[in-house]
């Protein structure tokens, strides 16, 4: 996961240093409670455990933390705001 993240990360630098006119943006997330990977983040009282045990908010991430962060993005709000990797992790990368 960290090697296609660190991929991600490389490709959306260069897109927003060549991408003249164009507002790019990279949301990577935490481990959310959905049907990824089986569901297991969701199922699986020990890993969500682990999972809330290793962020600050103290939770796993439940897919309208993901989507209100889109929301945001997409009002509008952010005009000036371009090539921007925003973390929506709770804490998890901390």
Same mark, same amino acid.
């Given at each position: 996961m960290k090697g296609?993240?660190?991929?991600?990360?490389? !490709?959306? +630098?260069? %897109?927003?240093? $060549?991408?003249?006119h164009r507002r790019q943006r990279h949301r990577p997330g935490g481990a959310i409670e $959905?049907?990824? %990977? +089986? %569901?297991?983040?969701?199922? *699986?009282?020990q890993v969500n455990q682990f999972v809330a045990s290793s962020t600050a908010m103290g939770r796993a991430g439940l897919p *309208?933390? &993901? +989507?209100g962060a889109i929301r945001s993005l !997409? $009002?509008?709000d952010h005009?000036?705001? $371009?090539? #921007?990797? &925003?973390?929506?992790?709770? %804490? #998890?990368s901390l």
């Open positions: 296609a993240r660190r991929g991600a990360d490389a !490709l959306h +630098g260069t %897109g927003a240093r $060549t991408a003249r $959905t049907d990824f %990977g +089986g %569901g297991v983040v969701r199922d *699986d009282p *309208d933390d &993901i +989507g !997409l $009002t509008g005009q000036w705001m $371009t090539g #921007q990797r &925003i973390e929506v992790s709770g %804490g #998890q």
